[in-house]
């Protein structure tokens, strides 16, 4: 069973940067697509990014430009870079990861977030 972990969320300003981490473990890290989802109070989950297997990436529109997605299969770490953050931004941010090379906006196993908040 995959176990993911976040961590690298906080409190910044309006136009301010931040990045994230999530360490994966229990599972062939390098085999599965992964994936950033976040969650605002009061509205649904979203996602925000994902990365393939081959290193392909996909991004919301919200977020396209400003976040970039990687992962380094040797220390079995996911990340993600934030910059020109926005208060819409403000969330929990979660991790996740699905056995298939490929992605979808589809997961199975989550991390228990990790919370970012951005002031004006």
């Known amino acids: 069973q995959p176990e993911l972990a976040e961590s690298g969320g906080g409190s910044v300003q309006t136009g301010g940067s931040l990045g994230l981490s999530c360490a994966g473990s229990g599972y062939t890290f390098r085999a599965f697509c992964m994936g950033w989802f976040r969650q605002a109070p009061g509205k649904e989950r979203e996602g925000v990014a994902t990365i393939d297997v081959v290193e392909g990436t996909r991004y919301s529109d919200s977020v396209k430009g400003r976040f970039t997605v990687s992962r380094d299969n040797a220390k079995n770490t996911l990340y993600l870079q934030m910059t020109n953050l926005k208060p819409e931004d403000t969330g929990m941010y979660y991790c996740?990861?699905?056995?298939?090379?490929?992605?979808?906006?589809?997961?199975?196993?989550w991390g228990q977030g990790t919370q970012v908040t951005v002031s004006s």
């Open positions: 996740a990861a699905e056995p298939s090379p490929r992605c979808t906006w589809s997961f199975r196993n």
